[in-house]
C-alpha cells in the first residue's frame, strides 16, 4: 500500500506541474468535460468499489475543503463518507504511534496455569475453590475466580465430580486387594471342547492358571478353589475381594471356601464384562499370542502350552500398567552410558517351538 500512496503522489505532482501553465479558462473548460463525463460513467455503471490506496488519497485532497463545499462537488460517494475516511486516517496514524495501556488485571503466569490444569485433572473430585486452596497452601497467591476461568477456558468444569469414577479407575484404586477369575473356552484339533480357569491379580498381574477339563464339575471347581487359596498362603497374599461373572460353574460350595479364607467374592453385573475388564484382557492376550497361534491335540497338550506362557507372561512379558516390568521380575538399573549398550550379549530364547520368544542375558550381565 505505501508503494502505491508514493505512486499516486508522485503522479499528482506530476499533474499539478502540467496545470500551473494553464488559464483559469482552460481549466475550467476541462472540469466541465470531466464532471459531464462522470454524470455519464454513474449513469451506466453500478455501484464502484474503493480500495484503501483510493480511500487514503481522496480523503487527503478533499479534507481541506468546507462541508458547504464537499456538497457542491460531483463525487461518487457522500460528503460524510468523504469525511468518516479522513478520521479513519487520522485514527491509524494515531494508533501507529500510540500503544493504548493494557486495562483490567495482569495475565496468569503460564505456569500457575498449567499447575491448575494438573491439579483439576490428577484430583477429578476436586472443584476449582479445593484447587484455590491448595494453591495457597503452596503460597501461590491467585484469586478463585481466575481458577475458576483457567479451568473453563480448557473446556474443564470448574465444579466437583467432574466426571463420575468409572470401572476401570475403581478397579486400578482398590488394585491391591483384588482377584479376578474366569473361565475360557479352546478347542482341540479333534473339536473336543476345553474349559480353563485361570485367576489375575489386579495389583501384579501375575495370572495363576489352576486347570483345564472338558467336565467342569462342582467338585472339580472347589478343588480349584483350594488350590487356589494354598497358593496365595505360600505368598501371604493381601487380596481380600475376588471378582468373578455369574457362570454356572461357579458353585456355592466354591464361594463358601473362598468365604472361609477371608475371600469376599464379588459377581459382575449382569452383560457387564468392564467390571471383570482386566481378566477379559488377559484372556484375549492368551488367545491372541498362544490359542490362535497353536493346534492343540489334547489336554495335556494344552496344559503344556498353557504352563509355558503363564511362565513367560509371569516373568518376562512387559506390561504397561507396571512401566513395562513383568509381574515377578522387576526391571533392571537404566543405563548410563551409551557405550554399554554396545557390549550387551543379548540371547533370543524360543519358547513353545517358537509360538512367543523372549531376549535375556548372562547372569554376570544382566543381573
Keep these: 500500500m505505501l508503494l502505491r500512496l508514493a505512486y499516486f503522489a508522485a ?42 490506496t483510493d480511500r487514503v488519497v481522496l480523503a487527503g485532497l ?17 460528503p460524510d463518507t468523504v469525511l468518516r475516511w479522513h478520521r479513519d486516517l487520522i485514527k491509524r496514524r494515531h494508533a501507529a504511534t500510540c500503544t493504548p495501556k493494557r486495562r483490567g488485571r495482569p495475565p496468569t503466569v503460564r505456569s500457575i496455569r498449567a499447575l491448575v490444569l494438573r491439579l483439576a485433572r490428577e484430583n477429578p473430585s476436586w472443584g476449582y ?24 477456558e480448557h473446556g474443564v468444569t470448574p465444579t466437583p465430580q467432574r466426571q463420575s469414577t468409572t470401572w476401570a479407575d475403581f478397579l486400578r484404586s482398590q488394585a491391591d486387594a483384588l482377584l479376578a477369575c474366569d473361565f475360557f473356552e479352546t478347542h482341540t484339533l479333534t473339536g473336543a471342547r476345553l474349559y480353563v480357569f485361570a485367576v489375575i491379580e489386579h495389583a501384579t498381574r501375575r495370572i495363576r492358571i489352576l486347570g483345564a477339563t472338558a467336565h467342569p464339575t462342582a467338585a472339580w471347581v472347589v478343588q480349584l478353589g483350594r488350590n487356589l487359596v494354598m497358593d496365595l498362603e505360600d505368598v501371604d497374599s493381601r487380596a481380600r475381594f475376588l471378582v468373578r461373572d455369574r457362570d454356572s460353574k461357579f458353585t456355592q460350595a466354591f464361594d463358601a471356601l473362598l468365604t472361609d479364607a477371608g475371600l469376599k467374592v464379588i ?12 481378566m477379559q484382557r488377559w484372556i484375549q492376550t492368551c488367545r491372541r499370542e498362544l490359542l490362535d497361534r497353536t493346534l492343540i491335540w489334547d489336554q495335556r497338550h494344552l496344559l503344556h502350552a498353557l504352563r509355558e506362557f503363564e511362565s513367560f507372561y509371569n516373568e518376562h512379558r512387559p506390561h504397561r500398567a507396571l512401566d513395562q516390568a513383568a509381574p515377578l521380575r522387576p526391571l533392571p538399573e537404566p543405563i548410563t552410558e551409551p557405550g554399554q549398550i554396545l557390549r550387551l550379549d543379548v540371547h533370543r530364547r524360543d519358547r513353545h517351538g517358537g509360538t512367543f520368544t523372549n531376549t535375556n542375558m548372562p547372569l554376570e550381565q544382566g543381573g
Excluded at 63 to 78: I, S
Excluded at 129 to 146: D, F, M, N, P, Q
Design 62 to 78: 478533499l479534507h481541506h475543503l468546507p462541508r458547504q463545499r464537499l456538497c457542491q462537488l460531483l463525487l461518487l460517494v457522500r
Design 129 to 152: 475453590r479445593r484447587i484455590h486452596g491448595e494453591l495457597a497452601a503452596l503460597g501461590i497467591k491467585v484469586a478463585a475466580s481466575t481458577v475458576w476461568e483457567i479451568l473453563r
Design 267 to 278: 459377581k459382575s453385573g449382569v452383560r457387564i464384562p468392564r467390571m471383570n475388564s482386566i
Design 11 to 52: 503522479m499528482n505532482a506530476f499533474t499539478l506541474l502540467r496545470l500551473l501553465p494553464m488559464s483559469d479558462r482552460d481549466k475550467d473548460i476541462e472540469i466541465l468535460t470531466l464532471r459531464h463525463q462522470l454524470l455519464l460513467l454513474q449513469r451506466q455503471a453500478g455501484k464502484p468499489t474503493f480500495t484503501d
